[in-house]
């Protein structure tokens, strides 16, 4: 059970590239959401979805795309990279029912140049 | 939506004193209360969560309590250790049919030995 999977860890991009974050899950979780975290802002919501095929913005959306095929997966699409999304983003999954856990993937550290 | 305050923003503590982190939130629907930990360079993990029909809730050095009127709950951290050092933040669910956890900015708690 490898619980929430991110990938990559790491990476560097050039203003105006584009790229998508994975995020996987194996737990059959039906939420799944995406933070970035900024030195002294905590966690803020990007995208979330509360199953396959919904996904509604959160606080700060612009400039993400996401999309929700399978239950599994919940990709995080930076369409035009700006320095301003240079941030560490976290993705996450709870089960439907309220007042659940949210697990938390290791993290995606982003540097936009 | 849902505001989360969280004070304070740093806290440095003697091992072995307690540490208090409070938060409001302004959201009176909201009914899911957990804090998370997160230890530098990882991932938020859960460490304890209360619900709206619950005033306290304790495990073992940890606790929490929720005023549900004054819409503030509190993570009370008794006999500290170096080991506790970490961010903490708290959270709440806005509730409805829509999963939105809303973060606090956290609190960088740093246990002196």
């Known amino acids: 059970n490898a619980g929430v999977t991110q990938t990559p860890k790491f990476q560097v991009l050039k203003t105006g590239q584009s790229m998508t974050l994975q995020c996987a899950q194996d737990?059959?979780?039906?939420?799944m959401s995406w933070y970035r975290q900024d030195p002294g802002m905590g966690l803020r919501l990007i995208h979330y979805s509360v199953g396959a095929g919904i996904t509604d913005q959160g606080e700060v959306p612009n400039g993400y795309n996401v999309s929700r095929s399978t239950t599994e997966d919940f990709p995080l699409r930076l369409l035009s990279a700006a320095p301003s999304q240079t941030s560490v983003y976290f993705c996450?999954?709870?089960?439907?029912?309220?007042?659940?856990?949210?697990?938390f993937g290791q993290g995606t550290r982003l540097t936009v140049v | 939506g849902e505001n989360v305050e969280q004070h304070p923003s740093t806290l440095s503590v003697q091992e072995g004193d307690s540490a208090v982190i409070k938060c409001t939130y302004s959201d009176s629907a909201s009914n899911y209360f957990p804090w998370y930990k997160q230890e530098l360079g990882k991932r938020p993990q859960l460490i304890i969560d209360i619900r709206s029909n619950v005033g306290e809730k304790k495990d073992q050095r940890i606790a929490v309590t929720l005023n549900k009127t004054a819409k503030h709950f509190s993570l009370h951290i008794t006999e500290t250790q170096p080991e506790d050092s970490a961010v903490y933040f708290c959270?709440?669910?806005?509730?409805?049919?829509?999963?939105?956890?809303?973060f606090g900015k956290g609190t960088l708690l740093t246990v002196n030995p």
């Open positions: 959270a709440a669910y806005s509730g409805g049919s829509n999963y939105k956890l809303t």
């Open positions: 996450a999954s709870s089960y439907r029912d309220t007042n659940t856990e949210a697990f």
């Open positions: 737990m059959n979780h039906e939420y």
